[in-house]
Nanobody, 119 residues
Framework: QVQLVESGGGLVQAGGSLRLSCAASGRTFSSINMGWFRQAPGKEREFVAAINWSGGVIGYTDSVRGRFTISRDNAKNTVYLEMNSLKPEDTAVYYC????????????WGQGTQVTVSS
């Protein structure tokens, strides 16, 4: 199993920036495709961004494309989500997730970190 721990959330004004980090434990991080998801109160969890095991970006959801950047540093067992030009609609709990290459579902999830964007 892989344990994921998110950090970096907080309260920012609209137009501001935050960088989220996700630290992974275990020896298989370099073989895991990583993604960021978010969930606002009363709403379903939605996909935000994903990156493959070698650092290639898989994709972004339309609402964040051009504003958010996903990256990873396998030497540090860490994946990042740089969020710029934040909007109030970005307010949510952000979750880091991982799946093994060749698997469909994200099997590993962090505890989440709160991002709140004020207007």
């Amino acid at each position: 199993q892989v344990q994921l721990v998110e950090s970096g959330g907080g309260l920012v004004q609209a137009g501001g920036s935050l960088r989220l980090s996700c630290a992974a434990s275990g020896r298989t991080f370099s073989s895991i495709n990583m993604g960021w998801f978010r969930q606002a109160p009363g709403k379903e969890r939605e996909f935000v961004a994903a990156i493959n095991w070698s650092g290639g970006v898989i994709g972004y959801t339309d609402s964040v494309r051009g504003r958010f950047t996903i990256s990873r540093d396998n030497a540090k067992n860490t994946v990042y989500l740089e969020m710029n030009s934040l909007k109030p609609e970005d307010t949510a709990v952000y979750y880091c997730a991982g799946r093994l290459s060749g698997y469909t579902n994200y099997a590993y999830w962090g505890q989440g970190t709160q991002v709140t964007v004020s207007s």
